[in-house]
């Protein structure tokens, strides 16, 4: 069971309806790493498992089960061995991923997340990590930056976070389009994933300086 439909469970918390017409699906993404009623990682030890999501409905009265899903679990080798050492020396399971904020982090945890997805980022669970520091990271308000989280972008493109962007900056800026660690600051509203629009608002930036909204940049869109 995942923390947030543990939490949902706890305060009857429930999702948007939704009606489906005869014939009609729905679909919804979840990523649920730590068991939250075993207090265990999802999988924490190699072997078969069969999964099954269950749909709970009517003020979660009722329920629906799907079809199960059989996957094996095989144990981590080479630098996934060693991230997952890492992982368990540092009691990170539970943080890895977009619940990580609602399990009390720590300043400590923040900073093992980022070395977690530094040191050892050709690692399977390198995402995962930077995942679960990105939702610690933007889970609170803009005046309140857990210790250890890089600063709120304040200037679209400041990679260094000196006030003011650079041209290298800006091809820094770029680059993060395909890979946001190149340059954090290029990532304007902070929801993951550095577009376009963003770049347009770090040329901005270059061109008259921080401070001054950029309203080409504003409405551009990418799809």
Known sequence: MSKTLE?????????D????????????????????????????APGRYEIRATLFYENYEKQ??????VVDVREPT???????????ANGLARFLGPEAHLFSPTEATVGALRELAERF?????????ETGFEAICTSTSETQVPPGCPPRVTCGGDCDTDGAVSPAEVAVGVRALFDRRACRAADRDEDGVVRANEILAAVW???????EPAPAAQAAQTK
């Open 64 to 69: 629906l089960g799907s079809n199960p899903l």
């Open 121 to 129: 980022e050709k690692s399977a669970y390198a995402p995962f990590a």
């Open 78 to 88: 080479g630098v996934d061995a060693e991230a997952w050492a890492f992982v368990v």
């Open 17 to 44: 309806l939704v009606t489906l017409p005869p014939g009609g699906a729905v679909e919804a993404v979840e990523t649920i790493g730590f068991d939250v009623e075993r207090e265990l990682p999802a999988f924490s």
């Open 205 to 211: 930036n270059l061109a008259v300086g921080c401070g």
């Open 7 to 15: 939490l949902a469970r706890e305060t009857k918390a429930l999702a």
